[in-house]
T-cell receptor
Framework: DQQVKQNSPSLSVQEGRISILNCDYT??????FLWYKKYPAEGPTFLIS?????DKNEDGRFTVFLNKSAKHLSLHIVPSQPGDSAVYFC???????????FGGGTRVLVKP | DTGVSQDPRHKITKRGQNVTFRCDPI?????LYWYRQTLGQGPEFLTY????????KSRLLSDRFSAERPKGSFSTLEIQRTEQGDSAMYLC??????????FGPGTRLTVL
């Protein structure tokens, strides 16, 4: 059973516009969520995280929103830059520091 | 400040051979994780260590797989009698207690 899902396999956005990536989870025990970015032939790079006690966390161009009742989180990238073109993974865990459960990823292409 | 390193970066082997991968975590990190990623999927948890103790193993980790972290520093992941289905990217991550997991570049295994 897939406990973390990213239903959009790909996203194309114009440079300077907003990228919105979505993630849904089913396990109500998850209480810490992370987003990672991955370039080909490299390991995932941590972007931003959010605890279940918050509904928003912001870091520069990246903002993560959490809707616990809907079991949904999203990542906003504003403004999008060509260097943001990568695969983005949503991950969840039952407590910070435990094993991560990943979604299938969303490939983002930012067009100049 | 060096990140997580993994060796080798690429490994091609014939079916039935044994392979061993190494992971060196960030120096002060006491937790070390192994994940596996196949094409088009998100990383899947295999096992993790706190210091030298292996605390959890996924059911994905068949008896052909063994992981060690003998002195609580570097870790090795061995696959015996490799099968074509073992072809994947093997990712290592480390964290300091409950904090964010940081990933290495991965070892890409191809079993012919």
């Amino acid at each position: 059973d897939q406990q973390v899902k990213q239903n959009s396999p790909s996203l194309s956005v114009q440079e300077g516009r907003i990228s919105i990536l979505n993630c849904d989870y089913t396990n109500s025990m998850f209480d810490y969520f992370l987003w990672y970015k991955k370039y080909p032939a490299e390991g995932p790079t941590f972007l931003i995280s959010i605890s279940s006690i918050k509904d928003k966390n912001e870091d520069g161009r990246f903002t993560v929103f959490l809707n616990k009742s809907a079991k949904h989180l999203s990542l906003h990238i504003v403004p999008s830059q060509p260097g943001d073109s990568a695969v983005y993974f949503c991950a969840a865990t039952k407590a910070a520091g435990n094993k991560l459960t990943f979604g299938g990823g969303t490939r983002v292409l930012v067009k100049p | 400040d060096t990140g997580v390193s993994q060796d080798p970066r690429h490994k091609i082997t014939k079916r039935g051979q044994n392979v061993t991968f190494r992971c060196d975590p960030i120096s002060e990190h006491n937790r070390l994780y192994w994940y596996r990623q196949t094409l088009g999927q998100g990383p899947e948890f295999l096992t993790y260590f706190q210091n030298e103790a292996q605390l959890e193993k996924s059911r994905l980790l068949s008896d052909r797989f063994s992981a060690e972290r003998p002195k609580g520093s570097f870790s090795t992941l061995e696959i015996q009698r490799t099968e074509q289905g073992d072809s994947a990217m093997y990712l290592c991550a480390s964290s300091y207690h409950w904090n964010t997991q940081y990933f290495g570049p991965g070892t890409r295994l191809t079993v012919l």
